[in-house]
């Protein structure tokens, strides 16, 4: 009974908790996005790279080392460096795009908060900050391959 207790209570806790570089790595596609954007407001274009519809089918390779890549449906490849910043609830997936460039010496990227984690499975928001000043969420489904 207490064996029974134990993995109850495993089930139940967040797995968001194993969002690490480790269970990450690996080949990932989008598989689903959800907008959560009122129907007047159109998102042009996510990631500085092309609008959300564009990524749905996009590879994302994550190598344990932070190096990594992503491929959109259209063949278009960016050289990314990734990680995850924080634990628990406060964790986030991030990258930055590298254009040629050297990890350290890319600035800005883009900080995903993490909603959910499995082995086969891991979902992210990525804020969308709308004229009236309130934040809604692009939610992406990445899907192991």
Request: charged letters at 20%; a neutral charge; aromatic letters at 10%.
């Amino acid at each position: 009974m207490i064996a029974t207790l134990t993995l109850a209570i495993a089930s139940c806790s967040s797995s968001k908790d194993t969002a690490t570089k480790g269970n990450l790595s690996g080949s990932w596609v989008i598989s689903d996005i959800q907008v959560d954007v009122p129907n007047d407001y159109k998102v042009v274009n996510v990631f500085d790279e092309a609008p959300y519809q564009d990524f749905k089918g996009s590879v994302w390779n994550l190598v344990r080392n932070g190096k990594g890549s992503f491929t959109l449906a259209n063949g278009k490849k960016e050289d990314i460096y990734w990680s995850i910043n924080g634990k628990g609830v406060d964790a986030n997936f991030q990258f930055k795009k590298l254009n040629g460039e050297k990890a350290k010496d890319v600035t800005e990227g883009y900080r995903l908060p993490v909603v959910s984690v499995s082995e086969q499975q891991f979902v992210v928001n990525s804020p969308v900050l709308l004229a009236d000043g309130s934040t809604k969420n692009i939610t992406y489904t990445f899907t192991r391959q």
